[in-house]
Every structure is written in C-alpha cells, then in structure tokens.
C-alpha cells in the first residue's frame, strides 16, 4: 500500500525561497523547513534573511541565509554556486506602483516589470536547468488573484501576475519531460509589507476584508499549506496549474449582496 503519511515529508530535499526576510517568503521558508527541507532563505535584505533563518533554527530545523538581488544576475549564480542542487523553488518578490495607466511612467513600467517578471524569469531559468539536469525538481512562483480580477491603478502589477502564470504554464510544458513540475499560487490580500500602505488606511483595509468571503485579511502563515503541497509529493501529478489561495474573492462575483 502506498505510504500516505510520507506525502509531505520533504526530508533529504534542498529548497531555495527567494524573498525569505519577510512576508510569505519567511512564512514559506519556515513551513518547508518545519516538513524537513533543508531551506536557504534568499533576500535583497540580508539581514531579514538571516533572521528568518536563526528562528527557522531555532525551531531545530535547518536554514542558511543568502544575498540575492533579481535585479542582479551574478548574485542568482552566486547563490546557487554556494546552494548546489535546488529540489523546489519558491520565487515570491514583487513590487508595485499604484497609479493609472496613463499616468504611468516608463520608468515606473520598467521598475514593476523589471523585478516582478523579468526577475521572476531570470530566477526560473536558471534554477529550471539545473533541475533540467538532475531530472526532478518543483518550482513555484507566486503569482496573485491580479493574475484574474483587476482594479484601478493596478494595470502594470496585473499584467505580471498574469504573466508569470503563463511563463510557469510554458515551463510547466517544457520541462516536463525532465521531470520537473512548475506551478503558481494566487495569494488574495495578505498582511505583508507589500499590503503595508493599505493597511494603514482603515477604510480601503476593510473594504478588501470585506470583499472576500471570509471576510477578513490572510496572513503570511495561510500560504505556506499551498506551497508545501506543491513542493511535495503530495502534487507529484500537479504542473502549470494556478492555486488560489484568497479567501474565495475570486469566487464571488460582484461587491453588492443582494436580498435573498
């Protein structure tokens, strides 16, 4: 009989989570940990990521931290020159510029488009071959529920969510073959330092609680279920799919309940 409770075991497997100082990169970086991997939490912010790592040890599991900027391409070769093997991948960086279209400026594009996608292909490929070779390995990205529904002022950082999902999908198809799976996950309104600015404005915080059906915010710790199944065996026969992991606002259609 198949050994069900070894599903989520990730003893023996090396993870690598880019965005590991904070938000659902720490929280992932800490789950993956707490089911055995051997984690390296990878940051722009150093020292976030060395923090992440002493309370991931802390714990008694294992974790390193590492500098690595998607904006800088030698830093992803150094990380992975020092890491080695990477059996699952989590890429969770993003950033965002909340303005119209046509108020947006080349550079403001360039920024959003520079990390959240550039930044998110360049880290894919270059983990993608070395899993190519070693004929396994499980790659996640997070993508967001902009990849779906959008809102003003949020143009740029949905065509990047929408775009990673069809970079994983594509790679989802081509790697494949090698035994290497490639899925996204959708987060809905998290509590992160992205999320920071609309926090602090009580009407627009509870305007998103209330759009989802579970009416409130989601915190970083709600993510780490959806990556650790994807980066387990317990989705060996899951790849280019997109998970939503959102409270059910993607499900809902509309922002006004009628009478029933």
């Not at 143009?155 to 594509?170: L, P, S």
Request: aromatic share 6%; with cysteine.
């Amino acid at each position: 009989m198949f050994d069900y409770r070894s599903m989520f075991n990730l003893a023996g497997k090396t993870a690598l989570v880019v965005g590991g100082g904070s938000g659902i990169g720490g929280a992932s970086a800490a789950g993956l940990a707490a089911f055995g991997a051997n984690v390296f939490c990878a940051d722009v912010n150093l020292p976030a990521a060395e923090e992440t790592a002493r309370e991931i040890r802390a714990q008694g599991d294992q974790a390193q931290a590492l500098y690595l900027d998607l904006l800088e391409p030698q830093t992803i070769a150094s990380a992975l020159s020092q890491i080695g093997r990477v059996d699952v991948l989590v890429s969770t960086p993003s950033v965002n510029v909340r303005k119209p279209l046509l108020e947006t400026t080349d550079e403001e594009f360039d920024r959003v488009i520079g990390l959240n996608l550039k930044g998110t292909f360049r880290l894919m490929r270059e983990v993608g071959r070395g899993m190519t070779e070693a004929g396994r390995g499980s790659i996640i990205a997070c993508s967001s529920i902009r990849a779906k529904v959008v809102e003003p002022g949020q143009g740029v950082y949905a065509a990047t969510k929408a775009g990673t999902v069809q970079m994983v999908r594509a790679l989802a198809a081509e790697l494949g073959p090698h035994g290497v799976r490639a899925n996204a996950i959708a987060p809905g309104i998290v509590e992160t330092p992205l999320t920071a600015p609309i926090k602090n404005r009580p009407d627009w915080y509870q305007a998103y609680a209330d759009k989802s059906i579970l009416k409130r915010w989601a915190q970083p710790h709600e993510m780490v279920g959806a990556i650790v199944f994807l980066a387990s065996d317990a989705s060996s026969y899951v790849t280019g799919s997109l998970l939503m992991v959102d409270g059910g606002w993607t499900a809902v259609d509309g922002r006004f309940n009628p009478p029933l």
